[in-house]
T-cell receptor, first 112, second 115 residues
């Protein structure tokens, strides 16, 4: 079993839809949870960075962490064609230079 | 300045060549990272430098040689690479503070092709 599981997609939604992206994990020591967006042939761009459980909102993006279920989510409201990209979740056990464990990424397509 | 820059954007090299990748950040970050990313796969950690010292080497073959000349610069020296080393090489940096906020910021990557 991989430490972090993420559905590779592709996930296709119409413009304006609410998108839900998810990752599950097995290591209860993870404390920091990140979401990155990566456009084709570009570097990952940090979208959300959360510590421990709870919700965090930034514009159209909301990150949720449920440590009891070992489950994290990223919600995108009012999705746009420009949101079409691969979304990577990442987790680490600590701050500093603790290693990030990445999910495989979910490819999202938002159709105009 | 809130970005990580990488040069070159693209690199094609033969198996006998020696080349270097360069990464630069001016955010005052004290940790810098090299990752390798193959198509449709997540980034794989190669090396971590903290305060200009190598702190993590993920059992990377010696044909990859990292160097951190100062707190803003990170190099990856390449020698005698194999075609399977063709990938997107990503540099990242993070503040490396004692607090919880040490998120990693990535550069755009160097797309390497080994012939």
């Amino acid at each position: 079993q991989k430490e972090v599981e993420q559905d590779p997609g592709p996930l296709s939604v119409p413009e304006g839809a609410i998108v839900s992206l998810n990752c599950t994990y097995s290591n209860s020591a993870f404390q920091y949870f990140m979401w990155y967006r990566q456009y084709s042939r570009k570097g990952p761009e940090l979208l959300m960075y959360t510590y421990s459980s709870g919700n965090k909102e930034d514009g159209r993006f909301t990150a949720q962490v449920d440590k009891s279920s070992k489950y994290i989510s990223l919600f995108i409201r009012d999705s746009q064609p420009s949101d079409s990209a691969t979304y990577l979740c990442a987790m680490s056990q600590g701050s500093g230079t603790y290693k990030y464990i990445f999910g495989t990424g979910t490819r999202l397509k938002v159709l105009a | 300045d809130t970005e990580v820059t990488q040069t070159p954007k693209h690199l094609v090299m033969g198996m006998t060549n020696k080349k270097s990748l360069k990464c630069e950040q001016h955010m005052g970050h004290r940790a810098m990272y090299w990752y390798k990313q193959k198509a449709k796969k997540p980034p794989e950690l190669m090396f971590v430098y903290s305060y200009e010292k190598l702190s993590i080497n993920e059992s990377v073959p010696s044909r990859f040689s990292p160097e951190c000349p100062n707190s803003s610069l990170l190099n990856l020296h390449l020698h005698a690479l194999q075609p399977e080393d063709s990938a997107l090489y990503l540099c990242a940096s993070s503040p490396f503070t004692s607090g919880p906020y040490n998120e990693q910021f990535f550069g755009p990557g160097t797309r390497l092709t080994v012939l």
